[in-house]
């Protein structure tokens, strides 16, 4: 993992991640060491004026992405009727953007738009 280019919001999106599936997977070796690099890289980042602001977004990203994790796993649930497939899935889209604007307002506040890398062959 080459956490040098990355942006700082892709960071925290990938630590977010992380601590989601140390929550739900559980905690093994391998994730504890990147939570550890990830939480590291993003210390280096970041200024004591930048940190309140900061942790706001990153606090939105985390209830975003644990919002939408769920919403992927009930997608997966094979128990669950076609009919609510498809408003999973919408929901978990809806979520998906959303995540990607906080990613986006992370690097913004950061000066790092030019190293966002979220584009899709849809629109949002």
């Known amino acids: 993992m080459d956490i040098t280019r990355k942006s700082t919001g892709t960071l925290m999106d990938e630590l977010t991640v992380t601590r989601l599936k ?13 939570e550890l690099a990830i939480t590291h890289a993003i210390a280096q980042r ?8 900061l942790n706001a977004l990153f606090q939105k990203l ?4 644990n919002r ?11 128990d669950v009727a076609a ?6 899935a ?5 979520l998906n953007a959303k ?4 990613i986006r307002e992370i690097d913004r506040l950061l000066g790092e738009e030019e190293f966002t890398q ?3 062959s849809y629109g949002n």
């Open 22 to 34: 140390k929550k739900f997977i559980g905690n093994k070796p391998e994730i504890n060491k990147r």
């Open 46 to 53: 970041i200024t004591p004026e930048q940190d309140a602001e």
């Open 62 to 65: 985390t209830y975003v992405n």
């Open 68 to 78: 939408c994790w769920v919403a992927q796993e009930n997608i997966m649930n094979l």
């Open 83 to 88: 009919p609510h497939i498809g408003r999973y």
């Open 90 to 94: 919408k929901n978990a889209q809806k």
């Open 99 to 102: 995540r990607n604007m906080l």
């Open 118 to 120: 979220l584009e899709k």
